[in-house]
């Protein structure tokens, strides 16, 4: 059975349920097709959602609607070695008000609820559907056919939001057929229960309150860094690995996981916890320049698809993208219905919106920062060079101090070489 | 956590037609194997003796690792899975 939609959105992730609710919420018929039993089954990510704008403009209640965990008042940073550990925290009064500036949610439950806000609004949810192929008609994409099932899904719109590796995008001649493994991260994650007192008093929470930490100096050498965050009553924590550094170096993911959760300093914050579920998955790091084409005749790309993902080295930043192109694309399929104009040139329109938003603004202002993320010293020498000079610091051995520039000097030189260092702190300077 | 346990803390609905589908005869001339350590679930393992590589998939995490680290293209299919099928997260 066929059957004619105004607009097709292939995946009910952030981006794909964004754009559904938009284009639903303007009276348009939409599709909003998911290959798991429901939204978000599939969905895996690190744990912090950053505060969604494009969501608080159609719910202005979001924090109060949204299934949330806790929201993020304290962030920090640790660098680590095998045995040390060095910390900085920032916990800001503001974070702890409306409009929150981050939360843990877990995935199955957020998008299935921001996918039935989609439906609310007047979308059909196709689940346990698989796009197949995409239909083209002299060049202009014309909808989908799910694998197993009869018949086509057509529209004079599709909006692929189908995840990093975007089959979609694909099918319609938009991304290359190959990806560079140093654009790709993998990121894997234990999910771990605690009682919610116990957060509570071992983080420094009160209420709902979260914390939301990143590790550097965690993966034994491997480009990457690890997180542990604190939702209701259990804790995200994982690593992500630059997957091109991963490759070449013959260690594991779960091995290297392992080890991240028997580290001393670590495995106190997750001592009594269980393991519930362990998950994995890729995400697009190269930034700015890895972006595919966003737009052709009949489609437009959103989100992980479109490599939207900011990855500066202490935020990294996706579902909010994700969820601000899915709104972009969701208007500009709107304005390409009023036009009658689905062409390559009508729904160019898309990419004005994006490059006028902070998506783009941003992929652009660190579009450094990937290339020099992939400083092999920042994951190792850097995090040794900073324990050290601060075991050393308050390190008492009755004999008399050097001062700290010395100190630092002969640290420095000892670890990362001047030289580097001072080319790191350029590289660094101009990427951020 | 033993990865050999996969199946006693995340969920799946394993489908009995396999969505990727390995030509292993390639691997053996692989000179680098990265997907036998990169893919977080370990579903590749090579046997040096017998120089052979096994794939499973029943505990793919359907992460896309393998996709992205092959180098010589040894997928005769790379799909997801049919809908309704594979990994199943519940609180991730």
């Not at chain 1, 909003?32 to 089954?41: A, D, I, Q």
């Not at chain 1, 877990?106 to 192929?133: C, H, M, N, Q």
């Not at chain 2, 046997?47 to 793919?60: A, I």
Request: aromatic fraction near 10%; proline fraction near 4%.
């Amino acid at each position: 059975m066929s059957r004619s939609f105004q607009a097709i959105v292939v995946g009910a992730g952030p981006a794909g349920s964004s754009a559904a609710l938009t284009m639903a919420r303007a009276g348009l018929d939409v599709a909003l097709v998911e290959r798991g039993s429901f939204p978000g089954e599939k969905n895996m990510f690190g744990g912090v959602l950053h505060r969604l704008p494009s969501l608080e403009k159609i719910f202005p209640d979001f924090w109060e609607r949204a299934p949330l965990e806790r929201h993020i008042v304290k962030k920090g940073v640790t660098f680590m070695t095998g045995d040390s550990s060095f910390n900085t925290t920032i916990e800001a009064g503001s974070f702890d008000r409306p409009p929150f500036n981050g939360y843990t949610i877990f995935r199955p439950r957020f998008d299935r609820w921001l996918a039935e806000e989609a439906v609310k609004a007047g979308a059909t949810l196709i689940t346990r559907a698989s796009v197949d192929e995409v239909l083209q008609s002299d060049g202009q994409v014309t909808g989908v056919t799910i694998l197993d099932r009869k018949g086509a899904l057509k529209a004079p719109v599709v909006v692929a939001a189908d995840g990093v590796l975007s089959f979609t995008a694909l099918k319609a001649g938009l991304r290359r057929p190959s990806f560079d493994p140093g654009q790709m991260a993998v990121g894997v994650k234990a999910l771990i229960d605690l009682e919610s007192d116990l957060i509570d008093e071992r983080f420094g929470l009160v209420r709902e309150q979260g914390f939301a930490n990143e590790f550097v100096g965690c993966t034994a050498g491997v480009r990457g860094g690890g997180f542990l965050y604190t939702n209701y009553d259990s804790l995200s924590v994982g690593l992500v690995f630059h997957l091109a550094s991963l490759k070449g170096s013959g260690k594991t993911p779960y091995d290297l996981l392992n080890a991240f959760l028997e580290q001393p300093q670590v495995a106190k914050m997750v001592r009594g916890g269980r393991l519930q579920e362990y998950s994995a998955h890729l995400i697009p790091e190269g930034g700015y320049d890895m972006i595919p084409e966003l737009y052709g005749a009949g489609i437009l790309v959103a989100g992980d698809a479109a490599a939207l993902c900011n990855a500066t080295g202490l935020n990294l930043e996706g579902i909010n993208l994700a969820s601000q192109s899915g709104v972009l694309a969701g208007e500009a399929a709107i304005a390409a219905h009023k036009a009658r104009d689905f062409s390559r040139k009508g729904l160019s329109i898309y990419k004005s919106l994006l490059d006028e938003s902070y998506v783009m603004k941003d992929l652009k202002s660190y579009r450094r920062a990937p290339q020099m993320l992939h400083n092999n010293r920042i994951y190792n020498e850097y995090p040794e060079l900073v324990c050290s000079l601060m075991e050393q610091l308050y390190r008492i051995e009755g004999t008399p101090k050097e001062n700290l520039s010395k100190l630092f000097l002969k640290a420095a030189r000892d670890k990362v070489g001047l030289k580097n260092l001072a080319a790191d702190g350029f590289s660094a300077w101009r990427a951020l | 956590m033993n990865i050999d346990e996969i199946f006693d803390f995340t969920s799946f609905n394993i489908d009995r037609e396999p969505h990727i589908v390995l030509d292993a005869g390639v691997c053996v001339e692989c000179d680098s194997r990265g997907c036998t350590n990169s893919c977080p679930a370990r579903c590749y393992t090579w046997n040096e003796e017998e120089r052979k590589m096994t794939f499973v998939h029943d505990g793919c995490l359907e992460c896309g690792t393998c996709y992205v680290v092959c180098q010589r293209k040894a997928f005769t299919r790379w799909r997801y899975p049919r809908g309704g099928f594979g990994v199943a997260y519940r609180m991730t």
